[in-house]
């Protein structure tokens, strides 16, 4: 005859969920670990889309020189002309690449360095990048590399600003600025700092 095991009862017994006290402990003790999180998560969020945007302008801006100098012909970086695919913008609202720019040879050589989709040649487009607010120059409305390499301007600088993050005072952290100087050397200053001790 088979032995009844009299301690199963017991240990089923033993084997229950948690209490409702139990659980909403659980869920204030993950709720103050967030609440202490989310801050820096934050932080580090903003911090990794400007430095998407900086590697994508750094990388565009190389791209242009390189090409300038490989072709013997000027390359130009302009701010992407709202509601077209290619195309430069112009006027007062053309310092401001948050909304994408794009990287074109200039084969035609017109002086005002316009973009002309029968005559030039598209080397590079880069659309708006999420989470930015603005990307503003501080010179020239675009960069026009030269075929000996230098840029047309003199030095220039770029900033880039996250969205949500505009006053520099609180949150000098959402900021990124470039420093390009006449020779297309690029330097990255200090987090809000301007260009204004860049090299010629």
Do not use: H
């Not at 240990?11 to 969920?17: A, E, K, T, V």
């Not at 072709?71 to 195309?87: D, Y």
């Amino acid at each position: 005859m088979r032995r009844r095991d009299s301690s199963r009862p017991a240990r089923l017994r033993d084997q229950r969920g948690l209490t409702a006290i139990e659980l909403m402990v659980t869920l204030a003790i993950l709720a103050i670990l967030l609440g202490i999180a989310a801050p820096s998560m934050t932080r580090f969020i903003v911090q990794w889309r400007l430095s998407n945007t900086v590697n994508a302008l750094t990388g565009s801006l190389r791209t242009a020189r390189t090409e300038a100098i490989a072709r013997a012909r000027p390359v130009v970086v302009c701010q992407l002309r709202a509601g077209t695919t290619i195309g430069c913008e112009t006027g007062t609202g053309a310092r401001d690449f948050s909304v994408g720019w794009i990287v074109f040879a200039n084969n035609d050589s017109d002086a005002d360095f316009a973009y002309s989709e029968s005559n030039d040649e598209l080397l590079l487009r880069q659309d708006a990048l999420p989470g930015i607010a603005r990307i503003t120059l501080g010179k020239a409305a675009d960069f026009v590399f030269l075929p000996n390499g230098l840029t047309n301007s003199g030095s220039n600088g770029i900033t880039v600003d996250a969205r949500g993050f505009e006053t520099l005072g609180t949150t000098p952290w959402a900021r990124k600025t470039l420093c390009i100087s006449k020779p297309g050397r690029i330097r990255y200053a200090a987090d809000g700092v301007d260009c204004s001790g860049n090299d010629e």
